[in-house]
């Protein structure tokens, strides 16, 4: 009886427990009050909520008769979308409901469609903590026993989603405001899945998002998975952006004849807009396979040179502001840096944005925030 008093009495203790639990999440959440777009400051488009169909879209609506299919799915994706804001409170939430729920097999659900958090500590973006996706809808709890004082946060989205509603967390004594916006010009860039954000481990880690942090400097990416090609539509789209740089780097999905074609054209357009804003163009990278698989090797040599044939011409034209840069070691000398062989890891896109920054402070565009 003695043993079985005592099992009884365990088990009416942990059910208290669970109850006394569940009463104080219930009350944390009833102490909540969230907050939507009008709120925060998007960051990463340039384009008026107005103009799309999602806030956190990267074409306006009406380029959806303008590009190819693919491109338009695939610019319903938030890639480079972040949202800034500062608040007091102890805690931070967040609420986000996705477009598809994509999953995919080399990439981490919370790089495809979750959310990353961090806080501006002494001047520099330092990490917090990342919203898993559960589902469409998602709801996450950030951080909490927080000191109450005034802080600068910032939430990356989803890099191969999309957002349909955004709603941030705090408690219901303390205030949200919207920051003061980034008065720099954008760097814009346009390319290819790795520049979407392909693999990931969480959004804040694509390159695009990790030149803004390091910069403090507002960057607007235009990566299309497979259909980053420099097609007339987005190029002429990002020769509205009165930007800082365009950095293009779509040469891996693109042919040899389409490099051949289009690169000219691409900054032809862009001048018309912009005589003497600089533009840079990115090498095809290696691949993996090209250290033994030689028709791999021979395409991407032939691409680079392509490329570097139209820009030399372009310079002997007397085209000015344009710049190169190689694929020398761009991901460092170990072959450690993709998930594949071509998309990168963390620490790909860790490397990647240093080489490109190291080439961007070469060419005295920026320097890196002390």
Not at 124 to 143: C, D, F, M, S
Not at 184 to 197: D, L, M
């Amino acid at each position: 009886m003695n043993v079985l008093h005592c099992i009884l009495l365990f088990l009416f203790n942990c059910a208290a427990l669970i109850v006394v639990a569940q009463g104080n999440d219930e009350e944390k959440k009833a102490t909540l009050t969230y907050y939507g777009r009008g709120f925060f400051l998007l960051e990463g488009s340039v384009i008026a909520d107005s103009l799309k169909e999602s806030p956190y879209d990267r074409l306006p609506l009406s380029y959806k008769e303008k590009v190819r299919e693919p491109v338009w799915n695939l610019s319903k994706s938030s890639a480079g979308i972040s949202v800034r804001f500062l608040s007091n409170s102890s805690s931070i939430h967040v609420k986000w409901t996705v477009l598809h729920d994509h999953e995919m097999n080399h990439m981490a659900e919370t790089g495809i469609k979750g959310i990353d958090l961090y806080w501006k500590n002494d001047g520099h973006w330092q990490y917090v903590n990342t919203g898993r996706p559960t589902g469409k809808e998602n709801e996450a709890l950030l951080i909490e026993n927080m000191t109450k004082e005034m802080r600068e946060y910032k939430m990356f989205l989803p890099l191969y989603d999309g957002v349909t509603k955004l709603e941030v967390g705090i408690d219901s004594t303390s205030v949200i405001k919207k920051p003061v916006a980034n008065q720099e010009k954008p760097i814009v860039f346009y390319g290819t899945s790795i520049t979407q954000g392909g693999c990931a481990s969480r959004p804040g880690m694509v390159h695009t998002n990790i030149i803004s942090r390091k910069l403090d400097a507002d960057c607007i990416n235009f990566g299309f998975s497979g259909n980053g090609k420099m097609e007339t539509p987005i190029v002429e789209l990002i020769s509205d952006i009165d930007a800082r740089f365009y950095v293009i780097e779509c040469l891996p999905n693109m042919s040899l004849e389409e490099v051949q074609e289009r690169t000219i054209p691409l900054v032809e357009v862009i001048r018309e807009k912009h005589p003497a804003t600089p533009i840079i163009f990115v090498e095809n990278l290696l691949y993996e396979k090209t250290s033994l698989d030689k028709d791999i090797e021979s395409l991407v040599n032939s691409k680079n040179a392509a490329l570097e044939n139209a820009y030399n011409t372009m310079l002997d034209d007397g085209i000015e502001n344009l710049l190169y840069i190689n694929n020398h070691n761009a991901l460092g000398t170990d072959h450690e840096g993709t998930v594949d062989g071509v998309h990168f890891t963390d620490l790909g896109f860790l490397r990647y944005a240093d080489y490109l920054i190291a080439h961007f402070e070469q060419f005295d565009l920026v320097q890196t925030a002390d």
